[in-house]
């Protein structure tokens, strides 16, 4: 049923799904890619210069994009329209926007207001006239042609209601970064801030053509002036073009920064975008029943998931420019989000035209593709868990609980096979494949609960903490799931006998158990990683503070390179703001001559006097991590021990398969009728539930130096009969080797111990006069006898041999990495 009407307009219910066009989704998509590329080409080339560029983009956010949100407002017949839909629609934009900016809030230190704004209208303005207004008309111009209006009602949503709170946080950001540095923070009164924020906010264009538009609609009776609208359209039809041809344009450069750390904020920003806003709405949607039926609601529902998959309007790239905020991540998430979108517009869009199905029409396939990715999933685990083993990694923390997360993922892929496979006549065989099934799936979501509050209790508590709790992490994740399960089977005294969906075999009460276990180990981990990001910040600006007042704005400059630098020294010792248990009561406010003592942020001392712990519990601190270390391998890599980064990502991972296992959930419970987007969404749950091992194996099983370097000692030890680096005798070392040896011993030794030997306290111990390679590698480049840094390493390695300087343990050549050495007395 459709909810604006005209003369011209049939009302027609999604019954055939021959009506729908999906043919021209195709062209749609490809003019849009092409004139990005074009644009990435043209920037590549040279054909036009980044001052060129400015002149287009001036033309874009002050004429083409106002002229355009001006004709599609002022043209709208607005007494005819669904506004329970609308309302849907604005409710769960309103809520992605809200959560963004308290998350970006939350966890960013400094507090960037302009930022949080900004990383809001991404996630909720969608490109809704050059990507979204084709695909749409593609799919409903014969069945809804009305269903493209709504792109003109929706925008204005972001555009007059959201985007405006943006504005004044990217104002306040704006005014708070001209007050620093003009030295004028205090001094500016609070009405003037305001009142300039008021101002700049009018005087957008955005915002004045979106209240204009509105005023011009009411003017006109939604028929414009013959006159204005021939100038307004021919402004507003440059706007697509001119934009993703710009959007292509910023990229040049710009591609470098999608790696390393680089890609974790654009990725949230992705996921949220295309996973998170598609699945808010379309539950909205269909919990406020915005249709005039149930087929109407079914439909609008659908389509509200179709919008929340369009990637982010080229529009926010325009805001970044003019704010001067994070102009280059907004660039790379833009056409990162662009690209990522495609194929699950294309697969969504084709969902959209099946409608009216039965489990029976999709169960088959769900069975197969189930099965294929619980045997990749197998592997992936077993191949992580010979690489734990072999780099002795699982007697370490975290990796001690990520093993577990492993292992409980392995069972669950395992019960998908048993699902599969077994005949469902027998009780036994169901009870066996349910409890195997369950029980790993169920601990996998707990462990990676558990997981995000050991890396927290790491970051802010100690080593020892962790280890008194790890008896009650493991009663949690295997103990819990085990419970739930049995308390299920007695209550369901009945067999299987329909085969369902394998996460919901138990109809209703499965289903309810699922979402409480999901929303749960969600708010979890996410309440984790924003506490972790809260706690690592602030350390970082800590020490930042006490290494000679570094400037506010130095400090943020570097804060994200101090951020990496400190999140690896807390597995062996507590870290500035650790403390040995819970009976350490250590005072709120702390001196920052304690905070960077050497005790403290060097990671030696388990308990620092400033914490007041008594004898006793110091005694037991101790006692515990001399044991956890003596079970342990001793760690050649302290810097790189935690592997905080790798799991932040993977906690990440797991956050959105739990989002899509909530969503999938709920929409069971509340489904009255089964459509093409539902199968979609039980294909994606699917890979993100039973193929977690392959997000873990994405982040951890490509470390080819966790089973290389190992096994490399292994074979030392068995050839050579001793683990230790075998090393010619000098009278065997080339005249090149001896030579560089001599010269440097001769007339660079000592400059070098003076300037890179350190004594360094890891764990329990105390090295004397050590520096890692990577800090020597440094050296040799800055004194200018090696060009670069693999002639460095070379040079470095002829030092080994000639017994200049060694591995602290004797376990290792030279490496670039941050491995331990020392000089040879």
Known sequence: MASIKSENVSVVTVQDSGEFDVENLYPALFQCFAIIICGYVAGRQNLISSTEAKGLNTFVGTFALPALIFMSLAELNLHSVNWMFLLAVLIAKSIIFGAVIIITLLVSRPIHPGRAGLFAIFCTQSNDFAIGYPIVLALYEKIHPEYAAYLYLMAPISLAILNPVGFILMEMGKQRDASITMMETNSRPRLQMIATIAKNIILNPVVLMTILGVIGNLAFSHEVPLLLAGLLKVLG????????????????????????????????LIAVKLLALPLVTREVVSLLHSGSNESDTVDLSTYGFLYGTFPAAPGVFVFATQYSVDIDLIAAAMVACTFISAPFMFVSAKMVTVTKMKPSDYLQELDSFAFDISIIGIIGSVWLLFTFVCSKKYQRLPHKITCCLILSQLIGCVGIILWSKLDRSETWALYVQFTIYTVGVYSSRLWSALLAVVLLFLQCRSLCFV?????????????????????????????????????????????????????????????????????????????????????????????????????????NGASSSDYCSSGCNHKAVRDIEELASPTTADGGDLCPTQFSCPSSIREQCHTRVDQYHIQSEASEEPEEDQQVLQHQVLLLLLACSMFVGIAFSIWTLVMDEMSGIYVELAFLDASLNFGQSLLVFAVFGLDTKAVILPLVRRWRKFWYKTSTVKLPDWEDLNFETRHVCDQFVLHHLENCRGDIAKDK?????????????????????????????????????????????????????????????????
């Not at 993703?244 to 040049?252: A, D, I």
């Not at 020490?543 to 020294?569: C, F, H, I, P, W």
């Not at 004194?783 to 670069?788: Q, S, T």
Request: aromatic letters at 10%; one cysteine or more.
């Open 237 to 268: 039809s440059a706007f697509s073009a001119t934009a993703l041809f710009l959007l292509g344009h910023r990229m040049v450069g710009k591609v470098h920064t999608l790696q390393g750390r680089g890609l974790v904020v654009p990725g949230i």
């Open 761 to 825: 306290r890891w764990r329990l111990q105390m090295y004397k006069k050590v520096f890692t390679g990577s800090a020597l590698i440094d050296w040799l480049v800055q004194a200018g006898l090696a060009r670069d840094r693999p002639e460095a390493t070379q040079y470095a390695s002829l030092l080994v041999n000639g017994r200049v300087l060694r591995h602290i343990e004797r376990l290792y050549h030279f490496h670039d990495r941050p491995l331990l050495y020392t000089f040879e007395e």
């Open 467 to 571: 280890l008194k709790l790890l008896p009650y992490c493991i009663v949690v994740g295997w103990g819990v799931p085990i419970v739930a399960v049995t308390i299920m089977m007695c209550l369901q005294r009945g067999s299987i006998v329909e085969k369902l969906n394998p996460n919901f075999q138990y109809g209703e009460t499965d289903t309810a158990l699922t979402l409480f276990l999901l929303i749960f180990c969600f708010i979890v981990t996410v309440g984790c990683l924003v506490l972790h990001q809260r706690y690592q910040l602030r350390y970082a600006r800590y020490m930042l503070l006490v290494d000679g007042g570094t400037s506010q704005d130095e400090a943020t400059d570097v804060e994200t390179d101090t951020e990496t630098r400190n999140s690896n020294k807390m597995v």
